[in-house]
């Protein structure tokens, strides 16, 4: 009991007077909050990537692919062989056949609003049923395009990064004049980063055929993937593979979002490291500047224990402060932040909206409890340890 | 340097902040480096770029491909010294995970890339062998390739007339020269890949022009495109670099985002170490008194505090661009459109005058107070 009133009190003192040494303490909390920034930060970034590709997916969609490609950019499926596609057991049915729809996914090269320069703009030419597969898209200013005429919507990610891509206005992509009549959303996905025209109309300005890059369809079930699946190898006449959508896309999001994680941990890392060289940095002299105090403290009784625990819970309590600020600076700065980035599988252009997750916060604070533990450990130690006497000498 | 005593025992005053005040500057810029090094390969792609080279892709997208007789027409045009075609073969080697470039590449290709450094009898090799491969050195190692093994690539965009898996005996492995794009990629043989390939004709993903004057870049440019203007297979030239750059462009957001970011953390790093620094000054105000009151000229005071702090700046900092530099290549090569990154002598420079303005700009307040320090008032003080 005598020990923890001792901690108590000492503790207290401590930090009570944090404001005296507020300059010293700012050290720590300013290094700490910038670890937390940057790590929050760039972690949204991958989560926020990851989850535009995820939230894309429904596992009662699969996506057919000539076996071997395992993006849409890089795969082709005739047309004849989508008619045979089509026939396949376990997909949904519609009142105009079974719910399956050839695609054909492009680039075309616009300038980007943000720096002028030309990136690739993602093209879908779909067909009507893409518009009962992916129910999730919404017309959300004009109107949807006519099939048969050379018109498109775009997703509202797609008209925010490029040029020229507004309601009304003329798009001029491979010699033909596409007229842009309206905007759609699909819940975030990366749809919204595409721009759709007519499949046909599509393939009569390419001039490469009436095929298609891949078939999305809607499965009975979810469960009815593996019959679909079965019935396509069965046919010696097709050379597909069929992939669930959320296989698909989590394996697209892959790449990039490892990549911004492994950069993200590995700056904080570096940054951190340099934070709790300043959190010692202070504490040391912290520790130094109240040897007399501490050394005081020693002879009328106190424990070496309640000494360190003091010292830990200041540099704790500093650490955690930095914490806090830095996630409140990554989620008012980034949260929904939007950003947009080259996929390494089409290499067409992905919008994506940072996000700052509770768990990411949570995750910024065990960090900054961690930095703060180690730059308190050693200059408290260093404190009970020094000798009362010559401590007090220094008086 | 009669003061590096005095300097050295300032920094053995209180060896355990010196200590953590140099590992700190250390950290800083060895973020600096890195970052900055990150930020310039974003912003310029990979430094690899021949001065003397015309990118000729297709005009509305990488999808599209350029009709190969249009190398016979573009050679037409004075001023051309080689001309050669590439198209992307990509595929998929061992999983999904083992990416690197696979491209075909025509005969002449590796004439005017030079940079890509075979030995006379593989390059002969390559040329005679009809599926005949070459990778470079650290892909090579990777994936411990030697010459005569089969290199089987399953195709995503390119399937063959069996198929099946496309099938290639490496031939050679080629060094990358220092200063270029890194060796990170395999090229097969045009001829082969369009013999083979299900679709016959290929066309070109891109046509590469060398040119014998750079200055004559933009006509040549613009001649070649207005060649194919109206066409249905219309061009766009460009330098390599501005290429490149386009190519960087595109990662977009990422590496500003990136490079914000941090910088701003940078400087906070710089600005936490230059106050402890000056804290470091500051207690020693008495000493410095007793050093004036020996005889040091107000001027050796200022100098000498100076020196101080832009002897910890440098001694941490320096050291600090070195592993920078040092982690440049293994971080090119686990990143794959970052090979070939390197840390460019304007940013080593740019790092030293940060580091110099740093010491500078940290010790020069203290440095001036202790230039007029009043001796009486300072060691009252104490």
């Not at chain 1, 940057?38 to 692919?65: H, N, Y």
């Not at chain 1, 001029?172 to 596409?178: E, F, H, K, L, M």
């Not at chain 2, 460009?238 to 940078?266: C, H, P, R, W």
């Amino acid at each position: 009991m005598n020990t923890i009133n001792q901690i108590i009190a000492i503790t207290l003192m401590n930090l009570r007077n944090i404001p005296s040494r507020f300059g010293a303490s700012l050290v720590i909390i300013v290094g700490i909050a910038g670890v937390v920034t940057v790590l929050v930060a760039l972690l949204a970034m991958a989560k926020g990537f990851e989850a535009t590709l995820k939230g894309t997916g429904q596992p009662d969609r699969a996506i057919v692919m000539r076996s071997g490609s395992t993006s849409e950019m890089t795969s082709g499926v005739s047309a004849s062989h989508g008619r045979i596609i089509e026939t396949k057991p376990g997909l949904a049915d519609s009142n105009n056949g079974a719910l399956a729809a050839g695609e054909l996914y492009v680039i075309a090269d616009i300038r980007k609003r943000a720096n002028n320069s030309e990136a690739n703009m993602p093209m879908r030419g779909v067909q009507p049923n893409s518009f009962l597969i992916r129910d999730e898209v919404k017309i959300v200013a004009g109107r949807n395009f006519e099939f048969g005429r050379f018109e498109m919507i775009a997703g509202v990610k797609a008209a925010d990064q490029f040029h020229g891509i507004d309601v009304g206005s003329t798009v001029s992509i491979r010699g033909a004049d596409w007229k842009l009549v309206g905007l759609f959303e699909s819940n975030g996905s990366i749809h919204e980063s595409e721009v759709w025209v007519d499949h046909a109309v599509l393939v009569s300005n390419l001039k490469r055929g009436n095929g298609y890059s891949s078939m999305v369809v809607r499965l009975l079930s979810p469960l009815d993937l593996d019959v679909f699946r079965q019935s396509l190898g069965d046919d010696p006449q097709l050379e597909v593979s069929v992939v669930r959508e959320t296989k698909y896309y989590s394996e697209q999001s892959t790449g990039i979002t490892s990549l911004i994680t492994q950069f993200g941990y590995g700056v904080s890392i570096i940054m951190a490291i340099g934070a709790v060289f300043g959190a010692l940095n202070t504490m040391y002299s912290a520790v130094s500047t109240r040897s007399v105090e501490i050394a005081t403290l020693r002879a009328l009784g106190f424990g070496p224990t309640p000494v360190v625990i003091s010292v830990m819970v200041e540099a704790l309590a500093l650490s955690i402060i930095g914490g806090l600020i830095g996630g409140l600076i990554a989620w008012t700065l980034f949260n929904g932040y939007t950003a947009s980035t080259m996929s390494n599988s089409t290499f067409s252009q992905v919008s994506f909206s940072f996000s700052v997750t509770g768990e990411l916060l949570l995750r910024g604070i065990v960090w900054s409890c961690m930095l703060g533990l180690i730059g308190g450990l050693f200059p408290s130690v260093a404190a009970a340890r020094q000798p009362v006497t010559a401590a007090l000498r220094g008086l | 340097m009669k003061y590096s005593g005095l300097i050295w025992s300032a920094l053995y005053r209180k060896p355990i902040r010196s200590v953590l005040t140099l590992l700190s500057i250390f950290v800083a810029f060895l973020l600096f480096g890195l970052l900055q090094s990150v930020s310039f390969a974003f912003s310029q792609g990979a430094n690899f770029s021949g001065v003397n080279r015309l990118i000729v892709s297709p005009k509305y997208s990488i999808i599209d491909s350029i009709p190969l007789n249009y190398t016979n027409q573009i050679r037409g045009i004075p001023g051309i010294e080689k001309i050669a075609h590439q198209q992307w073969f990509g595929g998929i080697f061992r999983d999904n995970r083992s990416f690197f470039p696979r491209w075909a590449v025509s005969k002449d290709y590796l004439e005017i890339y030079t940079e890509f450094m075979l030995p006379q009898d593989q390059l002969d090799a390559f040329l005679t062998t009809r599926t005949g491969a070459v990778v470079g050195r650290s892909i090579a190692e990777q994936y411990q390739l030697k010459i005569g093994d089969k290199i089987p690539i399953i195709p995503d965009i390119w399937p063959n007339k069996d198929n099946g898996p496309w099938e290639f005996d490496l031939v050679g492995i080629f060094d990358a020269k220092k200063d270029s794009v890194g060796d990170g990629i395999m090229f097969i043989n045009y001829v082969f890949f369009e013999e083979y390939s299900l679709f016959g004709e290929g066309g070109a993903g891109n046509i590469i022009v060398q040119i014998s004057d750079p200055d004559a870049a933009a006509r040549i440019a613009s001649e070649i495109d207005t060649m194919f203007a109206n066409s249905s297979d219309e061009t766009k030239t460009t330098s390599e670099k501005v290429y490149n750059q386009m190519f960087a462009k595109q990662m977009g957001d990422i590496g500003f985002i990136m490079t914000s970011i941090l910088s701003a953390v940078f400087f906070t790093i710089l600005l936490l170490t230059g106050n402890t620094m000056a804290q470091a000054v500051r207690e020693r105000i008495p000493e410095l008194a007793i050093l004036k009151t020996i005889g040091f000229s107000n001027l050796s005071m200022l100098f000498i505090v100076l020196a101080e702090s832009v002897f910890i700046s440098l001694l941490g900092g320096l050291p600090g661009l070195g592993v920078a530099r040092m982690m440049m290549p293994g971080l090119g090569e686990s990143v794959s459109f970052l090979s070939g990154l390197e840390m460019t002598p304007e940013i080593f420079i740019q790092g030293v005058t940060l580091a110099l303005l740093l010491g500078i700009i940290v010790g020069l307040p203290s440095a001036i107070r202790a230039m007029r320090l009043n001796i009486v008032d300072a060691l009252r003080d104490s």
